[in-house]
């Protein structure tokens, strides 16, 4: 909820009465958290895309079409509602329609009894297929078995059939006569057939026949299938390797094999030592074949990549021309005529509707009778139960972190809460953080909270007289944490130590609004969430030139080696620079003609010339850099070079380094 009350007094003509007009639209588009799903898109909007197509954690993706239209679900473990189905129609737009279930409750840690959580399990690798006017989601949960649900429409409601069988990793696969298997198993792959409405297995007994192992030295996490069938062959899919993995890739004309396997995608396209892992392929209604995976971006999580594929003598290959089993950074989208708008399966929310919107899902299985939309319209309310700690609080709202980086913005009114509550907006992930307000008998204390099954401490505090409150968490681009409040919505302050949180129980972080009360067995009251704003300065692959980039953020290069100096954080460098090498930016904004570039790097000796141009490699020279030798050995600096050339507002500008310095590496580069 957003609201502006203005006084005006008596207006004494029309041109008063615009002007006060005016003045309002200007308070109102300042003033006014606005819709930021645009900027989030990996859509470029000049006919490319920029890897990941989602910025955001949706692992295990699998993606089918049905018309024009794709849909795609993702692991979602033990968040409720669980299983995310999204719909696009270009592959790289894409929204939540629904989910595939809204509870699973068979076990007390799903629903958080006794202090018994189940973060990392329940629900992954899900399979999607539609046959015969049906949806069929299969999926393997951890602890219960296989499960398939079934649906008329996409978006759900579905149907649950439980079997009494577990089938690991599942790939649903219907053949072109109706019957239907799966392919499951870690290492060795097995086949096991269903029943013909997908409802159970077949043969009860059926322990699956094993139809692929696992190639020498490709042993460790071949697990993932995708199961398809074309133009007379089957293909089954699998990753191996783990977090730097690869895609491998199985066929055979019987689907019980024997099949040959060999590696499909080895890349760690533009995040360094990260390989790929589980996806599969899906084609357009034009005919153009394309290949996904995610790739396990740390923090973020796993995130979907999509990539081209031709076919040569009935193998898959994947990979820009003449690159075959690489990936791509920036790539044509794929060439459909439906139209689609952009947009991006995260957004922010003003709790303005009576049901919860399809981008939120709880920590664990809810208490229906503690969080509300209609108690008090337009705001999310939970009511505090007892827990001892975030990592133990039910009812917490979760929605995924996006990237690479943004902020997370939350309007809390206090007046509900009662001694011992504390609510909050944070992070859930391998650190909880939560900065939030707890209600003691001398008031309300603004406290942030940090974390984890060990147990919870607070480690900055201050008292805070005042009914609401703003909460601000932001994710930056070196991955950390900060965050803010402010009793305005104007001034924001930081409070707390900078955070470092990561993946965990094979989760991506995760924004969290919460309502919990430290005193066991006292009564609580509870929170009022006004909005959620959700906010990124970033646009796929634009950047303005006249703040830092990293040269790890190019579209394209040649040769060249990313290094990522501390493991599991975004930060990167290039180095192995070699004469000839070159990359480019496609998308380069300048608000003004720049005078200087400043180019941050290590040389241990001269000898390299950067040659800064518009358009193309042999496009208009607007800067000659050449690089000097470190001062400080080992160290990294700043070296700044004139720019001698104007440029447009929007250019493509390609770097392209002359000759060989001695330990070249480069970090960053700012127009000024």
Not at 16 to 41: E, G, K, W
Not at 134 to 140: A, D, F, H, M, R
Not at 354 to 365: D, I, P, Q, T, Y
Not at 602 to 622: F, H, N
Request: proline fraction near 5%; aromatic fraction near 14%.
């Amino acid at each position: 909820m957003y609201n502006l009350s203005i006084t005006t007094g008596k207006i004494a003509d029309g041109f008063s009465a615009l002007l006060m007009l005016c003045c309002i639209l200007m308070v109102q588009s300042c003033t006014v958290p606005v819709q930021t799903t645009a900027s989030l898109s990996s859509d470029n909007g000049d006919g490319t895309y920029t890897n990941p197509v989602i910025n955001a954690d949706y692992p295990d993706p699998d993606i089918i079409r049905v018309g024009e239209d794709f849909y795609m679900v993702s692991s979602s473990f033990v968040a409720m509602p669980g299983i995310p189905i999204c719909h696009s129609k270009d592959l790289i737009n894409w929204r939540i329609i629904g989910h595939a279930y809204d509870s699973i409750t068979f076990r007390p840690q799903y629903r958080m009894e006794n202090e018994q959580t189940a973060y990392s399990r329940l629900c992954w690798a899900p399979s999607i297929k539609y046959h015969d006017g049906t949806y069929y989601i299969g999926v393997n949960i951890a602890d219960d078995g296989f499960v398939m649900f079934k649906s008329n429409k996409p978006e759900g409601p579905y149907s649950m059939h439980k079997f009494d069988k577990r089938l690991y990793d599942p790939g649903f696969f219907i053949d072109d006569d109706g019957k239907k298997y799966v392919t499951h198993g870690k290492t060795k792959i097995y086949l096991t057939r269903l029943k013909d409405d997908g409802t159970g297995v077949l043969y009860p007994n059926d322990e699956g026949t094993l139809i692929i192992t696992a190639p020498k030295g490709y042993e460790y996490l071949f697990e993932g299938c995708h199961t398809y069938k074309r133009n007379g062959w089957y293909y089954i899919f699998n990753p191996a390797l783990g977090y730097n993995g690869v895609q491998m890739i199985s066929r055979s004309r019987n689907l019980y094999g024997p099949y040959e396997t060999k590696v499909l995608i080895d890349d760690d396209i533009n995040y360094a030592d990260a390989g790929v892992h589980q996806g599969g392929y899906v084609e357009t209604l034009e005919g153009e074949s394309w290949a996904y995976t995610f790739q396990d971006r740390d923090y973020m999580g796993r995130c979907v990549m999509l990539y081209p594929m031709k076919w040569e003598e009935d193998w898959p290959v994947v990979g820009p021309e003449g690159k075959p089993g690489k990936g791509v950074v920036t790539y044509r989208k794929p060439a459909v005529k439906a139209k689609q708008e952009i947009t991006f399966p995260q957004h922010s929310d003003d709790f303005s509707s009576s049901k919860l919107a399809h981008v939120w899902e709880f920590n664990h299985v809810p208490r229906k009778d503690k969080w509300s939309l209609t108690d008090r319209p337009g705001y999310f309310r939970i009511y505090a139960q007892y827990a001892k700690g975030f990592e133990w609080a039910r009812n917490s709202l979760t929605q995924k972190v996006s990237g690479p980086y943004s902020t997370g913005t939350v309007s809390l009114d206090l007046t509900g809460l009662r001694e011992g509550d504390f609510a909050g907006n944070g992070i859930m992930g391998r650190v909880m953080y939560q900065l939030g307000v707890r209600k003691k008998a001398d008031g309300f204390w603004l406290e942030m909270r940090q974390g984890g099954r060990e147990g919870e401490t607070v480690v900055d505090s201050l008292p805070v007289k005042t009914d609401k409150i703003y909460l601000r968490t932001e994710v930056t681009k070196q991955g950390s944490l900060l965050f803010y409040y402010s009793l305005d919505n104007l001034e924001y302050n930081r409070l707390g130590p900078e955070g470092v949180s990561n993946f965990w129980g094979f989760l991506g972080i995760r924004h969290a609004l919460c309502c919990y009360n430290l005193n066991k067995g006292a009564t609580g009251g509870y929170a009022d969430f006004d909005y959620f704003e959700l906010e990124s300065n970033r646009r796929g692959n634009h950047y303005d030139a006249f703040t830092e980039i990293d040269f790890s953020q190019y579209d394209d290069r040649e040769g060249m080696k990313l290094v990522r100096p501390v493991a599991k954080r975004p930060m990167q460098f290039i180095s192995g620079v070699r004469d000839g090498n070159w990359l480019v930016f496609n998308n380069m904004c300048f608000k003004q003609n720049p005078q200087k570039v400043t180019i941050e790097l290590q040389a241990e000796t001269p000898g390299t010339v950067i040659e800064i141009r518009e358009g193309s490699l042999d496009g208009k020279l607007i800067a000659t850099c050449p690089i000097n030798q470190n001062q400080t050995p080992g160290e990294w600096e700043k070296q700044a070079f004139e720019v001698s050339g104007a440029v447009k507002d929007k250019s493509k500008i390609y770097f392209l380094f002359r000759g060989q310095s001695q330990g070249l590496a480069i970090k960053n580069f700012v127009f000024y």
